[in-house]
């Protein structure tokens, strides 16, 4: 998901620390600076120093949660069981001058590369293996993508939302219910086909949820409905004893 840019801080520490044999990757000296080509090499060198730096012995592979609680746990910042995005934005706070998401976007990278910078120090000063500095650079750019990416993701969807909801063809056309005060309650109006039908109910004649709207419309004062149905092109529907008014097109 992360672009070349994004990645680069990533490729400088493994590159740049002896402890990892990027460097010499064939893959890194065939696609590099396009390091999007090549990113199972670079998690592969991450997992590989996490491996050393926890002291695995079975040949597993850490997960990336795992390896951000031993860092939290290392460093001394409580982690929380299952609150991985916390434990991200606990790490990225202890180590940048302010809160990262009260520093403008365009400046966040550079605050987490100091960040990084710092958590590789703290990881030289404290931890006894060698692998933790490196490692902690890489973690922290990682968590700093992790919520880049979730934020792009929540507000696609959020956009996506809005534009699934077709606008109606005209306001005028629109059936407005309100109640004593004014304020709308229900709007009925015919719109444009959805694009999508994500976040659309089906109702079928068989549908036993339309009678959610019983109580609505038995709310409706009787005399407007009448003088609604009485002026305009609507006729009477009675079903289970209540009536509807349809609009004839």
């Not at 079928?204 to 709207?213: A, V, W």
């Amino acid at each position: 998901m992360s672009n070349d840019d994004q990645l680069a801080p990533l490729v400088d520490t493994l590159t740049q620390t002896p402890l990892s044999i990027l460097k010499i990757c064939r893959a890194y000296e065939r696609h590099a600076p396009n390091h999007s080509r090549y990113t199972d090499q670079i998690g592969d060198e991450i997992y590989r120093l996490g491996q050393k730096a926890l002291n695995i012995t079975d040949g597993s592979r850490p997960s990336y949660q795992r390896m951000i609680d031993a860092l939290c746990k290392q460093l001394g910042s409580p982690a929380q069981e299952d609150e991985l995005a916390d434990d991200e934005t606990a790490l990225l706070n202890v180590f940048t001058s302010q809160r990262l998401s009260s520093i403008p976007t365009d400046k966040q990278q550079a605050a987490v590369n100091e960040a990084r910078q710092a958590a590789a120090e703290g990881a030289r000063s404290f931890l006894s293996a060698a692998e933790w500095p490196p490692l902690a650079a890489c973690l922290l750019q990682i968590a700093f993508l992790c919520g880049t990416h979730t934020e792009v993701a929540r507000a696609s969807k959020g956009t996506k939302a809005v534009n699934s909801t077709p606008a109606p063809i005209s306001n005028a056309e629109a059936l407005v219910i309100s109640n004593d005060s004014g304020t709308p309650v229900l709007t009925l109006a015919q719109i444009s086909p959805p694009d999508s039908e994500a976040g659309w109910r089906k109702v079928s004649k068989d549908d036993t949820g339309i009678s959610r709207l019983n109580p609505l419309l038995q709310v409706v004062p009787g005399m407007a409905m009448a003088v609604e149905v009485g002026t305009s092109n609507y006729m009477n529907v009675s079903r289970a004893g209540i009536q509807f008014a349809i609009f004839l097109l």
